[in-house]
């Protein structure tokens, strides 16, 4: 028989691990919804507000392994 011992470092990383899930799931979303703003750009050559480029850049660095992780 094998126990299966939950330790607070166990814990630790369960919830870390949660909340870098979470943020991934927020930053792909951002994307997908300002994805629009982009291709109007391409197409048109409007502008992009500079806080949703902000923004974007921040979130592919969330989705790159980057340093807005939220134990950073």
């Known amino acids: 028989m094998k126990l299966s011992i939950t ?3 166990d814990l630790d990383a369960a919830r870390i691990a949660a909340q870098r899930a979470a943020l991934r799931d927020e930053a792909r979303a951002f994307l997908a919804a300002t994805d629009w703003l982009i291709v ?3 197409e048109t050559g409007a ?3 500079p806080d ?3 923004t974007r850049a921040q ?3 969330v989705l790159s392994g980057g340093p807005d992780k939220p134990d950073s």
């Open 40 to 42: 109007r750009r391409a």
């Open 52 to 54: 949703i480029v902000q």
């Open 47 to 49: 502008e992009v507000p």
């Open 59 to 61: 979130a592919r660095r």
């Open 7 to 9: 330790t607070p470092a």
